[in-house]
Each structure stands twice: as C-alpha cells, then as structure tokens.
C-alpha cells in the first residue's frame, strides 16, 4: 500500500533520523504525532494575564493521550527484538495505548490496573483492543512493583516509561513544539505524574538546542558522536520546564514517594515515579520548579478549557494550564512569556469526571415545540 509521497506517516517516519531505529526495525504505528499547537485565546484575555499560551493537544493522538508517541517506538522495538508479549502498569492512558499497539502488531498485552480507579473511557479501549486485564486492589506503584517483578521471569517487554524507548518516541513532541513556534518556548508546563513525559520533554528539547546534546539515556543509537542533526538546530535555546501535580500526589513536592496518592484526576494518581531522577535533573539543569493543586483548582481550571476555548481535556491535563496561569499572576513566569501546556489526554477518556461536575444547564421538557421554545426562551433571559 503506497500513499503520496510526503504524507504524514507518524512520528516514527518523520523522526527516523532522531529515534533508535535501523532500517531492519518493523514499524508498528498509528500515524501518531504531529497534534495542533493552539493558542489559548479567551482566557488570557479574561484572566488578564499578558502571555502567548499554547496548548499541545496530545488528546488528538489515535488513542487520545501522548503516549502513542512512546509506544509507536517501543512496540516496534519489542517486534524487532522477538518479543510477542508487551506488559504495563497504568493509571488508563498507557494501558489503552499499550493495547492498540499490540493489536496493530499482532502480539499479546496484558496490563494491570487499580481496581476501580481507572476511567472507563481508558478500560473500555483496553477491553476493545483485546488486552488481557489484570485488575489489582492496589495502585498504580503497586502495578509498577508487580510488573517489574513478573517481568523478570515471564517473556512479556515492559512498555511503562522505564522502557527507554518509550521516552525516545515521547521526546518527539519537543520537536513539534519547536517547528510550530519556530524557536523553544520560554516555559513549558505540564502534568506530572510517573514523571516519564517531562523528563522526555527535556530529552527532546535538549537534542533540539545546538551545544546541549546531551542526551539522558543511552538508547539512542548515535550516542556514539555520529548524531546527524548536529547540522541540523532547531532551536537556540531550551525552555524552562514546571511540572505540575495534584495536591493528593505529589510527590515531588513532598520530597519522597507518597504512601496512599489521592486525586480525582486518575492518570497521576502516582506517589512512587519510576523516572525521578530525570524529572529532578530537568528541572534543575532548566531552572524549573515543581507546584501543586488541589482537585477543586485542577477540575474549575477542565471547565474553563472546554467553556471559554472549546477544548476539553482531562483533568490531569488541566494541571498543566492551572500552573502557567497562577505562576504568570503570581510574575514567577514573567509577563510576555511564551508559555507551552502539555494537554496530555483528551476529555472524552473521562466522561464521569466531567459530569460528575454537573454544572451544565440541563432541561427535561415535554417534546412539543411551545416546551422546547419556551426552554430556549428562559435560557435567554
Ligand atoms: N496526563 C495523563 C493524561 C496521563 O495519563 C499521565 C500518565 C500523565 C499526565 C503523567 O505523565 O506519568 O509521564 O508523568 N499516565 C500513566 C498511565 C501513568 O498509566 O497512563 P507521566
């Protein structure tokens, strides 16, 4: 099957130069990547805050969260390596990713998740695309434990974000960022969770800086001093990177794992991050900070998004914008900043934590149209 030459074909095709492959590694995508950079337009204005925010809506990827981008890169790794089994711990979005991926490459995943405190959006795909579920009465880190303990004995490739070549594919979005904009932002904000996407941002953001190659794992294949995008800059300079977590889990705030994480927002329900050492570098060598907010702050901040700007993000997600607009008022980032958030998942994965909120008008009427015109009428008054 042949498409027009110049088509986008994921991130895979597009950055093969850039990723730890060879021409011999079966590519196994969905045509991930390349999501929107859009400008936030009503609620600075509204806000009064003086920044260009942008927002990376990686909900747009084929399973609605940015971890397409990892597991395109380590499924095709895990196929060219043998493997016919991929495993994973997750709170939703790495399990419905890691389940898409092994359908597209005929192989088996099995995924372990807390028990009942997934989304259903996030357990329905993994149902669909025929993964084996294993729920757990414990959480995420419990998960995590477990997988890397099974993993030792079984023949199944862990595909969490300790796979290295899960931070190679996800380090991509740095790339994106820098050739919508044209240059690296001053700041960019995201959520933090098991803290692999922030330590892949800065991954990606320093191999797009000329001089500050300095990659952070040792997978990438040209490593060796032969990377061919020395020739190739994209930007001059890195953004500082703020990481955001939910009061109930936040670890990084506390300065150590967290024993019983507690947030609405599922997807970083993490109190032990398997990649804190990189998220801690990043931080550091980019003069960047770590915040936190309480459920209430990140769920009115989801809101927001989908009422003044149409977009509808999960709650984990809506840390990242909670963060840029308080550290914009508060002047920590300073006014006239261009500002990047990370939108990690799309809002639909979590249609009950959206209702849950409950605070569109909904009207029951009789189906006759003096009912319906008269609804319309007392909505407009
Ligand atoms: N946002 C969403 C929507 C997520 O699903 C996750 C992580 C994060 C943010 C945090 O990213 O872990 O790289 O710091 N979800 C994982 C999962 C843990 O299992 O789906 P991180």
Same mark, same amino acid.
């Given at each position: 099957?042949?498409?027009? *030459?110049?088509?986008? +074909?994921?991130?895979?095709?597009?950055?093969?130069?850039?990723?730890?492959?060879?021409?011999?590694?079966?590519?196994?995508?969905l045509?991930?990547?390349?999501?929107?950079?859009?400008?936030?337009?009503?609620?600075?204005?509204?806000?009064?805050?003086?920044?260009?925010? !942008?927002?990376?809506?990686?909900g747009l990827n084929p399973t609605g969260s940015?971890k397409d981008?990892?597991m395109? /890169?380590?499924?095709? +790794?895990?196929?060219? #390596?043998?493997?016919?089994?991929?495993?994973c711990a997750s709170t939703g979005n790495t399990s419905a990713s890691a389940a898409a991926y092994a359908a597209r490459?005929?192989?088996?995943a099995f995924v372990l998740i807390p028990d009942g405190k997934i989304s259903l959006g996030k357990l329905a795909q993994a149902m669909m695309h025929g993964a084996t579920i294993i729920k757990i009465?414990?959480?995420f880190?419990?998960g995590?434990?477990?997988? +890397?303990?099974?993993?030792?004995?079984?023949? %199944?490739?862990?595909?969490? *974000?300790?796979?290295?070549?899960?931070?190679?594919?996800?380090?991509?979005?740095? $790339?994106?960022?820098?050739?919508?904009?044209?240059?690296?932002?001053?700041?960019?904000?995201?959520?933090?969770?098991?803290?692999?996407?922030?330590?892949?941002? !800065?991954?990606?953001?320093? #191999?797009?800086?000329?001089?500050?190659?300095?990659?952070?794992?040792?997978?990438?294949?040209?490593?060796?001093?032969?990377?061919?995008?020395?020739?190739?800059?994209?930007?001059?300079?890195?953004?500082? /990177?703020?990481?955001?977590?939910?009061?109930?889990?936040?670890? $990084?705030?506390?300065?150590?794992?967290?024993?019983?994480?507690?947030?609405?927002a599922t997807a970083?329900r993490?109190?032990?991050?398997?990649?804190?050492?990189?998220?801690?570098?990043? *931080?550091?060598?980019?003069?960047?900070?770590?915040?936190?907010?309480?459920?209430?702050?990140?769920?009115?901040?989801?809101?927001?998004?989908?009422?003044?700007?149409?977009?509808f993000c999960e709650p984990a997600?809506?840390?990242?914008?909670?963060?840029?607009?308080?550290?914009?008022?508060?002047?920590?980032?300073?006014?006239?900043?261009?500002? %990047?958030?990370?939108?990690t998942g799309h809002g639909l994965k979590d249609s009950d934590a959206a209702i849950a909120?409950?605070?569109?008008?909904?009207?029951?009427?009789?189906?006759?149209?003096?009912?319906? +015109?008269?609804?319309?009428?007392?909505?407009?008054?």
């Amino acid at each position: 099957m042949s498409a027009a *030459s110049g088509a986008y +074909r994921g991130l895979l095709d597009k950055y093969r130069h850039r990723l730890p492959i060879s021409e011999s590694t079966p590519i196994v995508n969905l045509y991930e990547g390349n999501t929107p950079l859009l400008p936030l337009e009503n609620i600075p204005r509204e806000s009064r805050v003086d920044a260009d925010i !942008w927002v990376k809506l990686e909900g747009l990827n084929p399973t609605g969260s940015f971890k397409d981008r990892g597991m395109t /890169m380590a499924v095709s +790794r895990a196929l060219e #390596e043998g493997s016919r089994a991929i495993i994973c711990a997750s709170t939703g979005n790495t399990s419905a990713s890691a389940a898409a991926y092994a359908a597209r490459a005929g192989m088996r995943a099995f995924v372990l998740i807390p028990d009942g405190k997934i989304s259903l959006g996030k357990l329905a795909q993994a149902m669909m695309h025929g993964a084996t579920i294993i729920k757990i009465d414990g959480n995420f880190d419990d998960g995590m434990r477990l997988v +890397r303990e099974v993993a030792e004995e079984a023949p %199944v490739t862990i595909v969490n *974000s300790i796979n290295p070549y899960r931070l190679q594919g996800q380090k991509t979005v740095a $790339f994106e960022v820098v050739e919508s904009l044209g240059r690296a932002p001053d700041f960019h904000c995201l959520p933090v969770g098991n803290a692999g996407n922030i330590s892949a941002h !800065w991954i990606g953001y320093s #191999e797009a800086c000329p001089g500050e190659r300095n990659c952070v794992t040792a997978s990438c294949n040209f490593c060796d001093g032969s990377c061919p995008y020395a020739s190739e800059p994209l930007a001059d300079s890195r953004p500082v /990177m703020v990481g955001y977590q939910a009061t109930g889990a936040a670890p $990084f705030l506390r300065g150590h794992p967290v024993e019983n994480p507690e947030t609405v927002a599922t997807a970083i329900r993490i109190g032990n991050p398997q990649s804190w050492d990189l998220a801690l570098a990043a *931080s550091a060598e980019s003069g960047g900070w770590f915040d936190e907010f309480d459920d209430a702050e990140i769920l009115a901040t989801q809101k927001l998004l989908a009422e003044k700007e149409g977009i509808f993000c999960e709650p984990a997600s809506a840390v990242a914008v909670s963060g840029a607009l308080r550290d914009l008022k508060s002047g920590k980032i300073p006014a006239g900043s261009t500002v %990047v958030c990370t939108l990690t998942g799309h809002g639909l994965k979590d249609s009950d934590a959206a209702i849950a909120q409950d605070s569109a008008p909904m009207l029951t009427v009789k189906a006759n149209r003096d009912a319906v +015109r008269n609804a319309i009428a007392g909505a407009l008054e």
